[in-house]
């Protein structure tokens, strides 16, 4: 491509709606465009980067076995009625009606469908397993959508379901995914984990998220510094340090005055934030619930929902707190509880508090000395801690540590969830008949672009990884005018070209410092520069864009070195 034909339209200005850095440079590098909240147009520098990691995944997904088809982006409600999520998804799906009033669903991912295809389409244990893939655009309603294309409304996914006959191959179809999901990142460059996100019966994990390492990632992963242990902080079981819990022997009912955080309220009683225990009230399958964390620890409301075994849960509003405990919020507490019929769940690190501080039921008041068993008993004890730096690993005891991370991909087993609900049988060797056992695997396409950049930049643009580049090489006369260094860099140009390699030649008739300037903010792994004065010596600048300095190649030896750079930059990571 030559750029005075490329549109290509780089900002300077640092435009003012973009949070992170992936979100600024691809506006900046004139990769994508806003269109509405959460809806992007892919620019063509930003499509190529899509394509490039669209044929990565296709070609794994495909080495790995499975096969590709695609599905429509609309479905109709009877189909997501059957496993009842026209209801569940709830607002996150987009909906329509026809011009026959008609009901359809924008797929946010396509269960229902697949599985649709599969139990009109086979019927005997001959034909499986089979892992169906597509590559399409989904539509999701996020609650905030944000940082550009990183969690877009619309945006581009890989969605791969398998569909075997028992448990066992449906398990090998899930590791084979794994593996893929390995391979992908890898070749992609990431510097990633794959984390457990669920640890279900089968097998170990049952579920598990890649995450890309990043510090703005809005995911939390908890590892291990000694094992392999790393689960995202949502489900991340945590071994916490016992300690404090020195609140006094006899029950006190204490003044705190305008006491709002645990922090002001430890202070004020002259004790440390562990000697304290908070009551954060929920409203758990429409029960009242309250639940007790040591102080100075957070509540994982998803762990506490798993072990409520509660569909849903919310936090119970100041007016629900007010009128079942009688005392306004920050101030309700565990003394009496039970006579309110408030269920009580307590935090493993509060079953071996001796005693603590506690709410005082009353505006403005706190109970010092409150004693587990003697002042109130909780209908359960369980571990609803949100992990931290510093706990211990479940699986070997070693120290965990904290890191952000981007979800890019996640692998699931799903058994026979959909296929019960939706009565998608075959016939196995008996003649008998039974449920697929399934699993689904989804990438996030237009994720990974934003989720690369994250990775892979400095203060002047992106630095992308060569398999993904939206051109692998970029040559640059520095002034067109200069007839024999622009006769070379055009001739370099289409034996490059001719050659396979991804090239752009920057014939722009503009100073060489916003080339320069360009060049560095779109991100091309490498730079050919042709200027006169090294020119007339028979010399042609090489430079990586992540590295400082450039070298000085004899002209004719370019052309080769460009070529091998970019072949050996594609290819390492390759397995
Ligand atoms: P998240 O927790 O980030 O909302 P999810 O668990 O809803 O993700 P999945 O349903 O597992 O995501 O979807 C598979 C992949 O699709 C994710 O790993 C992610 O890479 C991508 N993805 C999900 N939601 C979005 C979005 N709103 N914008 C861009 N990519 C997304
Ligand atoms: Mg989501």
């Known amino acids: 491509m030559r750029w005075s034909n490329a549109l290509?339209?780089?900002?300077?200005?640092?435009?003012?709606?973009?949070?992170?850095?992936?979100?600024?440079?691809?506006?900046?590098a004139g990769m994508i465009l806003k269109v509405g909240s959460g809806i992007y147009d892919f620019l063509p520098l930003g499509w190529r980067v899509i394509k490039k990691i669209t044929n990565i995944i296709r070609e794994e997904m495909d080495a790995s076995g499975a096969q590709e088809l695609l599905m429509p982006v609309l479905s109709p409600s009877e189909l997501w009625q059957e496993t009842g999520r026209w209801q569940l998804y709830g607002k996150e799906m987009m909906r329509l009606k026809d011009r026959h009033d008609k009901e359809w669903g924008l797929g946010p991912t396509h269960e229902e469908v697949i599985t649709d295809i599969v139990r009109r389409q086979i019927n005997s244990y001959k034909q499986l397993p089979v892992n169906l893939y597509q590559i399409q655009i989904k539509f999701r309603d996020e609650i905030r959508p944000r940082f550009g294309i990183m969690r877009a409304r619309e945006f581009m996914?890989?969605?791969?379901?398998?569909f075997d006959r028992d448990e066992e191959g449906a398990l090998k179809s899930y590791n084979n995914m794994f593996e893929a999901y390995k391979r992908i990142c890898r070749r992609i460059g990431?510097?990633?984990?794959?984390?457990?996100?669920?640890?279900?019966?089968?097998?170990g994990s049952s579920s598990a998220e890649f995450m890309v390492l990043a510090d703005t990632g809005e995911e939390t992963i908890i590892y291990c510094g000694k094992c392999e242990y790393a689960a995202n902080v949502?489900?991340?079981?945590?071994?916490?340090?016992?300690?404090?819990?020195?609140a006094g022997e006899e029950l006190q009912k204490v003044h705190t005055p305008d006491i709002r955080t645990v922090e002001e309220l430890a202070a004020f009683v002259k004790m440390a934030p562990e000697d304290t225990a908070k009551t954060i009230f929920y409203i758990a399958d429409n029960k009242f619930t309250a639940a007790m964390m040591r102080g100075d620890r957070e509540i994982n409301e998803i762990k506490l929902k798993n072990a409520?075994?509660?569909?849903?849960?919310?936090?119970?509003?100041?007016?629900?707190?007010?009128?079942?405990?009688?005392?306004?919020?920050?101030?309700?507490?565990?003394?009496?509880?039970?006579?309110?019929?408030?269920?009580?769940?307590?935090?493993?690190?509060?079953?071996?508090?001796?005693?603590?501080?506690?709410g005082g039921n009353e505006k403005d008041y706190h109970y010092t000395g409150v004693k587990r068993g003697r002042d109130f008993e909780e209908d359960m004890t369980a571990d609803i801690a949100r992990a931290e730096e510093g706990d211990s690993c479940p699986k070997c005891g070693g120290k965990v540590k904290a890191q952000k991370g981007i979800e890019v991909g996640h692998v699931f087993y799903l058994g026979d969830k959909y296929s019960k609900a939706m009565n998608a049988v075959f016939l196995d060797e008996q003649g008998k008949t039974k449920e697929f056992v399934m699993g689904c695997y989804g990438i996030g396409v237009t994720r990974i672009a934003a989720a690369s950049i994250e990775q892979n930049h400095d203060e002047n643009g992106i630095i992308w990884p060569m398999a993904i580049a939206p051109y692998e090489a970029a040559v640059v006369p520095v002034s067109i005018k200069y007839k024999e260094g622009y006769d070379y860099c055009v001739e370099l140009y289409e034996k490059l070209k001719a050659a396979g390699v991804d090239v752009i030649l920057d014939d722009r008739d503009i100073s060489p410092g916003v080339k320069f300037k360009?060049?560095?903010?779109?991100?091309?792994?490498?730079?050919?520069?042709?200027g006169e004065k090294n020119f007339k010596d028979g010399r042609v600048e090489v430079k990586m864009r992540k590295e400082k300095d450039f070298q000085l190649l004899d002209k004719d030896a370019v052309f080769e070195r460009v070529r091998e750079i970019v072949e050996e930059g594609k290819n390492k990571l390759k397995s």
């Open 8 to 28: 290509i339209n780089t900002v300077r200005e640092t435009p003012k709606e973009a949070e992170t850095i992936s979100h600024r440079l691809m506006i900046r």
């Open 157 to 162: 996914m890989k969605d791969a379901y398998s």
């Open 190 to 203: 990431f510097n990633y984990r794959p984390v457990e996100a669920d640890s279900g019966a089968i097998g």
């Open 234 to 246: 949502e489900k991340a079981a945590a071994i916490v340090e016992a300690k404090g819990g020195n």
């Open 308 to 358: 409520l075994g509660a569909p849903e849960i919310r936090l119970a509003s100041a007016e629900e707190i007010k009128e079942k405990t009688g005392a306004p919020v920050g101030f309700a507490g565990p003394v009496g509880i039970k006579d309110k019929g408030i269920k009580l769940v307590i935090d493993n690190t509060v079953a071996v508090m001796p005693s603590m501080v506690c």
């Open 518 to 530: 360009d060049a560095d903010l779109v991100g091309f792994p490498l730079r050919v520069v042709v």
